[in-house]
RNA sequence: GUGCCUAUAGCUCAGCAGGAUAGAGCAGUCGCCUCCUAAGCGACCGAUGGGGGUUCGAGUCCCUCUAGGCACACCA
């Protein structure tokens, strides 16, 4: 497609001392329309020419010449502004996606390269609660956009299957099994015992100690604790799909830490041979106190594993098994100081640099409470299948109040409901905390999930009224020239940059706040022109805009993980 | 105590790796359905935590103070 900022920078490079690539990075987006499309900032240059701004904007403009792409360009302060040749951007946007169709957007360059997604990585026998909803959220999100962008990309769900609390686990399981309805509600009742265990360790370190038997037990293959644990995996995975399956959630590969338990010779020998590794209070750690990351500790000092070990067990495994180019840890920021560690460690694993440099922390905010945060063990924790249930229930209702006669009611419910917490979880940039809140998450009038779905269904029924969808290669381009369909084309032209700006920053907020600017612009198009019209040509001029606005939306959408309803 | 993160309107957030007049939504007030879906649209109200500095130019970069969060050895 036609690339403006392309053709102006260099028009500019022909001019001046300046490389295409540098100028490209200074042109930007004027505040408004009427100065220009695109600006060039002469403040840049007037230093190493030695004259004002001003000076050098006109000598500039006196040398550039217009085509049909480039129509004006005026000086305005210090600033270049170019005007662009809008029936050309019209026509050649709108024929793309009709070209393109659903695949409008996505590109190739991520040709040949392996992402690793690691995300939603819950525990077994906890809930699932709305942190790992948010983290699922924004990986899964992740994972599809790299696809879209060609990569090939493997989403992992690192499941929290191993460690001293399933030591806790099978001690209380063994204790008071009967007491519990395990078999129909497995993940509850679970964490019942999870909490009455820990209370009594709390109450006696000597059953604190048989937890930490079981789980030495369980690592060295003991037939109970092994049939325990495999029956708490299986029960909890089986919920978590329930999720899973709700959310439209799939991944790739389900191996869990527990996965790594009997990889982890591998790395201990190799920091031993760099002579890395270091005999501490009985542990054995690597200090990285010199580099302000404290110590990690490899192996504890009663020879039993800790996560440390096993992450770098699978940063080994991966790097062998996929020869990644990166590797996304989607991990709330409370590890921060784990990654950074772990990542240090790995420089004396022998794996490919590529795959070294490609290891990356995607660090999200945390989901609090206005209590304050959650926690398993006091019982404060929102599950994500009640706020899902609540969120489908409470569109279920408004559906009954605004549209009683809608088909498949349930179906529509349960994309809105879902579409709305969605959004919630995606919307905001993903560092910043955010504070639980049932009237936010569950609200579906302004920059939600719902108002997205809302202005899409309108297309789809304003498309739906018409006959048929004309050749986008008939249109009169001349005819979307006002300002409303203007917003709304450059808007369907970025759509594609939006995508390369999330996956170079890990940002899926980005595609949210895109789709709600498309949005609204949009539908001040629609309240502004009569889109079914007597004139035909004016008809199949803006209903090939609505065309394209509903295919990228809907695309759009489903990249955060947002389906679409058919009517509202 | 040390390190990292955050601070923009009453509330929740934008602000394109420093650029032109700081944008939305929610809440509040007021308007708009004989017209393609009012889960919508318009209007009003209202903001860069304090203090220094760098620069032609700072919400954005540096220093400092304040407030909050997270992490700092055998949990993950």
Redesign the pocket.
Known sequence: MIDFKEIIAEKIANQTELNKEEIKQYI?????TD??DY?F?C??L??ALKKSPQMIAEELKEKLTLDENITKIEI????L?FFINKVILSKEVLEEIENKKESYGSNSSGENKTVLVEYSSP?IAKPFHIGHLRNTVIGASLYKIYKFLGYNTVGINHL?D????FGKMIEGYKRWEKEYDIENNPIDELTNIYVRINNLCKEDESVLELC?DNFRKLEEGDEYCLEVWNKLKDLSLKEFQKTYDLLGVKFDSLKG?AFYSDKIDEVVNKLEEKGILQD????K?VDLEDK?L??C?IK???GST??ATRDLAAILYRARTYNFDKCLYVVA??????FKQIFEVAKYLDIPEKCLNGLEHVSYG?VRLVTG?MSTREGTVIKVNELLEEAIER?KK??EE??PEMKNKDEEAKK?GLGAVIFNNV???I?????FDWN?VL?????TG??IQ?IY??TK??LE?VDEIPNFKDINYELLQDKESQKVIFNLYNFENILM?VV?KNEP??LA?YL?TLS?NY??F??E????DENKEVQNARIALTKAVNIVLKQGASLLGIEMPN??
């Open positions: 930007e987006l004027p505040p408004n100065l220009g600006a900032p403040f840049k007037a230093k305005v302060g210090g600033y502004n525990n929290g191993y460690g001293t609390q930490r830490e501490s209070e009985g542990a750690i302000g404290g110590v500790i504890k000092s009663n800790i996560y920021y409370e590890q921060n100081l784990h945390m945060k569109a408004i559906i605004k549209n809105i919307s905001n940039t560092i910043k905390d955010q504070v936010t609200n579906f009038n302004g920059e719902p108002y809302y269904v309108r029924s304003v009224k700006q170079q907020s980005l706040r709600i609204q539908s001040n629609y309240n022109n009569k889109i079914i009517k509202m």
